[in-house]
């Protein structure tokens, strides 16, 4: 654990020394709820009875959205990026030389970007509250816990990312796959009802479905827990499924990296 | 640079173990060679592999100073990783005071410390002082103890009063003696040096020289082995060293050992009168071949170059014979061999299919 926070105090003091980009992920983070609070508004009358049931109103459900949105692209994509740095700053093979365990090690490395999300959500949210969006704020514990099944789901999709960023050098654009489609399958700035039949069947085989789904219910709507736990369920297999596969294939790859000497090489 | 002796670097405590600090045996590591696409599809069961080490047992013993000599791609660096770790081998064992290398590499890590000297394994956006303690901690250095050692270590490299600034402000000596600073934190028992003076001005790389031996292999008790292309690395650090070529050991032995097994016997003499008679006669005799004359110096000095196959003693008698028949001698030496020809003379002669010399 303490290996894990020291790498994560590693990040943040490295991200601090860029405070320009720093400010600036802030700050158009905050401004990007403009166009979102307008665009919401403008489409609102023609979603309305789209997403009943996942919202009272298009701004509330693009704001769920885009913070489950950010939650997921920092678990798919923090862990591929910090592997590929440390190869290239060559930091990564001495990090694996040190007794600390590999799960510790991956955590820390990934920690302070979903850190870095998780804050860029209680910004989204904030600068949405200036915007008019009513949320039950007293029930976001239990979104978080649904959101950190999102995360956990994603990160194993990040570690098989990881792995072939270990074993290839390259990850044949997994992340991408996967935050995409998951972000136009699974429901974050559209209800999945709308897209044709055919295509909507894919959205049921997409975490993101079950926890953004599960979120909005309990956050917007004020569902009582029970009444998503049906999402909630299948999300935690999604999620058993995923981290099983994300830690075979890690495993696998830094079987194949020590055996082929590849750990540090770029 | 000033290198600081530490106020408490303790020797190890197992430093009597009758374990010897490394024991490799039969180790070997071989890689693919990767191969076009073409090749793939057309032969997808055919691999061609690159025997980065072959079958290397050695033992190197605690407090010893142990260099491994060889051109590029000789297996130096795979061997290095695999004691620390990093790569596993393909036959063969290794153990680091007793403990395998593959079977208990955890505990082989609180033990062996591997430096390379490649700077980029820094986090150039901090300071000294976050590299150092980042690394502290991952070695399960904690609390008060953490802060002390990390003091500690910046003052044996001399770093302390540098340790706030941010290591791409640094000199590549400081950086590599921040690697060095940062390799000490966890006392180990096995250093590994890949080429830690490469980027090292003379001065400071004799400095650094002096440090290692003063203050790492000595008071410390920490056995050090060093991959190295430097002659004063070899001959004068190291209590052994061992020539790779093509991952398989050619030789093991005191450096200075090697040199006089290897070297030929050739001697340099500097006279006034390279073209006199008794040089001719000395080598009709058969006490000097191979004679070889230089060009005249601006004083009119001229350099000989001759082997001597009966060793010093006949030495002695062919600078009789030339004081004898008057030729003005300001210098007879043995040529001693570089460090360059040295391990291409073990080469030369210990591959496989090399005639013995």
Not at chain 1, 18 to 31: D, E
Request: glycine letters at 8%; hydrophobic letters at 45%.
């Amino acid at each position: 654990m303490r290996s894990a926070l020291a790498l994560i105090r590693v990040s943040l003091l490295t991200a601090a020394s860029y405070r320009l980009a720093w400010i600036m992920s802030i700050a158009g983070l905050a401004l990007q709820i403009v166009p979102t609070y307008y665009i919401g508004r403008t489409l609102d009358p023609f979603l309305a009875p789209a997403i009943k049931g996942e919202g009272s109103d298009y701004f509330g459900f693009l704001v769920m959205g885009t913070v489950a949105y950010l939650l997921l692209a920092a678990a798919v994509d923090s862990l591929p990026r910090a592997l590929e740095r440390g190869i290239n700053t060559g930091t990564l093979e001495l990090i694996f030389s040190t007794p600390s365990s590999v799960p510790s090690l991956l955590v820390g490395l990934t920690g302070y970007e979903l850190l870095w999300a998780t804050a860029r959500c209680i910004v989204v949210l904030g600068a949405a509250a200036v915007f008019g969006f009513h949320a039950h704020w007293l029930r976001f514990g239990e979104a978080a816990v649904i959101l950190a099944m999102v995360v956990a789901t994603y990160f194993g999709a990040g570690m098989i990312a990881g792995a072939m960023i270990i074993a290839y050098r390259r990850t044949a654009s997994i992340q991408t796959v996967v935050i995409v489609g998951s972000a136009m399958l699974g429901g974050v700035t559209y209800p999945t009802k709308l897209v044709p039949t055919w295509i909507g069947r894919f959205s049921d085989l997409i975490p993101m479905t079950y926890g953004i789904r599960a979120v909005r219910r309990i956050t917007i709507d004020d569902w009582p827990l029970r009444a998503v736990l049906p999402d909630v369920g299948t999300l935690s297999l999604f999620c058993i499924a995923f981290l099983a596969a994300g830690s075979l294939a890690m495993t696998h790859a830094l079987r194949r990296a020590r055996a082929e000497g590849t750990l540090s090489q770029y | 640079m000033t290198l600081a002796a530490p106020a408490n670097l303790r020797p190890v405590s197992s430093m009597s173990s009758p374990e010897p600090a490394l024991r490799l045996h039969d180790l070997s590591k071989r890689f693919k060679v990767r191969r076009s696409l073409r090749e793939t599809l057309l032969h997808p069961k055919d691999a061609t592999f690159v025997h980065a080490v072959q079958h290397v047992s050695c033992e190197v013993q605690t407090g010893e100073f142990f260099g491994l000599l060889g051109p590029n791609g000789a297996g130096k660096t795979t061997l290095f990783k695999m004691l620390a770790t990093l790569t596993s081998p393909d036959e063969g064992w290794a153990t680091v005071h007793g403990v395998d290398v593959m079977k208990d590499p955890r505990t082989v890590r609180r033990m062996i410390a591997p430096v390379a000297a490649d700077e980029r394994g820094l986090h150039w956006r901090l300071s000294a002082l976050e590299n150092l303690r980042l690394f502290a901690t991952l070695y399960s250095l904690r609390g008060s103890e953490l802060e002390a050692r990390v003091d500690e270590v910046l003052g044996v490299v001399g770093l302390r009063g540098a340790e706030r600034r941010t290591v791409g402000t640094y000199s590549s000596g400081m950086r590599q003696r921040l690697l060095i600073a940062r390799a000490l934190l966890i006392r180990p028992r096995v250093l590994l040096l890949d080429e830690p003076t490469r980027s090292l001005d003379p001065v400071s790389a004799r400095d650094f020289r002096q440090f290692l031996r003063a203050e790492v292999a000595g008071p410390a008790g920490c056995t050090v082995v060093l991959a190295t292309h430097s002659p004063e690395e070899a001959l004068e650090l190291c209590d052994r060293v061992a020539v790779l070529n093509k991952g398989r050991l050619l030789a093991v032995g005191p450096a200075r050992a090697l040199e006089r097994q290897y070297s030929d016997e050739r001697y340099h003499v500097r006279t006034r009168n390279a073209g006199h008679q008794v040089f001719r006669e000395l080598e009709a005799r058969g006490m000097i071949e191979r004679v070889t004359i230089g060009d005249v110096d601006v004083d009119g000095w001229t350099s000989v170059e001759c082997h001597v196959p009966g060793g010093a003693d006949e030495a002695a008698q062919v600078l009789a014979a030339l004081a004898g028949a008057g030729v003005s001698v300001a210098g007879f030496d043995r040529l001693e061999l570089s460090l360059a020809d040295l391990i291409e003379r073990i080469v030369r002669t210990r591959e496989p299919g090399a005639s013995d010399a």
